[in-house]
């Protein structure tokens, strides 16, 4: 999945880090430079799974397929059955 643009709400931004201490950085540093697993949810809705700061992260976002946008919906630390996915799959 080809992601042009990483589009997030303010308020997004402050729930998912007073709820899960998850800073906006981590989120780009995972769909830009890490190589997450991505998986359909539904519709236009995906999860990505991946790595940043030596941490797991599950990330939601809602993603436009014709200008390949990426809108955070929300992003917390992975939990272990996701990190097994992750290391399983990402293999």
Do not use: C, W
């Not at 303010?10 to 880090?17: A, D, H, Q, R, S």
């Not at 007073?18 to 809705?45: A, M, T």
């Not at 990426?70 to 992750?86: G, L, V």
């Amino acid at each position: 999945m080809k992601i042009k643009a990483i589009k997030i709400q303010l308020e997004t931004v402050f729930k998912i880090f007073d709820k899960h201490n998850v800073l906006l950085e981590e989120i780009y540093d995972v769909l830009k430079n890490d190589k997450p697993i991505f998986r359909k949810v539904s519709g236009n809705q995906y999860v990505a799974f991946g790595v940043s700061r030596n941490r797991y992260l599950t990330i939601f976002f809602m993603y436009d397929k014709i200008t390949k946008e990426a809108e955070i919906t929300t992003t917390y630390p992975s939990d272990r059955k996701q990190i097994k996915y992750y290391k399983k799959v990402g293999k």
